[in-house]
């Protein structure tokens, strides 16, 4: 079933990391498998922000001799990004098994990437100037106190809650996904891709690389492979509609913007808030009220429809 949310502020910045923590635990009876945060914070000139894993949480939970190897991939991950001539900065455990690296790098960020994904083990979950992507095991409200997400400053986010039917119950299978390996761009989704094999092909062909084999996947390397051919996101919106087969519901975020698109049956639940300021959507309105203390008015957007929206 799994739930999407997504909310952007415009002109100024908030605190995403509380709202979208409301919005996703309103939506925990959708999947209360997994919780997924893509946050939007403000970029630091050309210093890069990445988060990795080097382990699932139920090696650690089930008390394997993990540690050891725990830090001997974090110890791969620094003597590589070192070799490649990138600077860390600052460095974050955020939890036993998942850091936070803000780094420079005057070097191709792709070479980079696919340097360390090459390491056992080692998965980047995001990697960019103004996006942070946090997933794991849990409701929201779990996954953002063990990630210390209150308080997150940005501008906009998109979120996901997961019930796991055709795949295991991990951090890989978790939502959002990272568009690998451009910079920002993250989609959640609900629903399915009949086609996703076949366009998986063509982007592979392409040159492109994927980590899982999950269609949200899919829609975000698709939609950045064509952001960076030139395309608007909108235009690349748009043309997903027809090219992309199955019934979804999906929204997407890069560095400053904010979309959504239904697939022309509209099987997939989306409600919508639009203020001046602020929008707010969600795959039920439960979710979009969780943030507000006085009556709104919500509306469902219609079949075939995208929308995008400006930080």
């Known amino acids: 079933m799994c739930g999407i949310a997504g909310l952007i502020h415009r002109g100024k910045r908030a605190d995403i990391g509380r709202e979208m923590t409301s919005m996703l635990q309103a939506l925990k009876h959708r999947g209360p498998d997994s919780t997924g945060f893509a946050l939007y914070g403000a970029p630091d000139g050309e210093k890069h922000i990445m988060r990795f894993k080097v382990a699932e949480q139920e090696e650690v939970a ?31 455990e955020a939890t036993e098994y998942a850091y936070r690296y803000v780094f420079s790098h005057a070097g191709d960020l792709r070479h980079l990437a696919d340097y360390l994904e090459d390491l056992d083990d080692v998965e980047i979950l995001s990697l960019g100037k103004a996006l942070e992507l946090v997933k794991d095991l849990g409701d929201a409200t779990r996954v953002s106190k063990q990630y210390d997400l209150g308080g997150f400053n940005g501008s906009h986010a998109i979120g996901h809650t997961r019930m796991a039917t055709e795949s295991d119950v991990d951090i890989r299978s978790a939502h959002p996904y990272w568009a690998y390996p451009f910079n920002d761009v993250a989609v959640v989704h609900n629903g399915q891709l009949t086609n996703y094999w076949g366009s998986r092909r063509a982007l592979e062909r392409r040159g492109h690389r994927f980590i899982s084999n999950c269609d ?26 027809d090219e992309l087969d199955g019934v979804f519901t999906y929204l997407v975020a890069t560095s400053d913007k904010l979309g959504m698109a239904k697939d022309v049956m509209a099987a997939k639940p989306m409600v919508l808030y639009e203020s001046d300021e602020f929008i707010a ?31």
């Open 216 to 241: 949200s996947e899919l829609i975000a390397v698709y939609l950045a492979d064509a952001i960076d051919r030139g395309e608007d996101l909108e235009e690349s919106m748009r043309r997903s509609i």
């Open 62 to 92: 089930k008390g394997f001799d993990i540690h050891h190897q725990i830090r001997a991939r974090k110890k791969a991950v620094d003597e590589r990004m070192a070799e490649l001539g990138a600077i860390i900065h600052q460095e974050e």
């Open 281 to 311: 959507m969600a795959s039920e309105e439960v979710a979009i009220r969780s943030i507000f203390p006085h009556e709104i008015d919500t509306f469902d957007p219609y079949e075939g429809e995208v929308r995008v929206w400006q930080s």
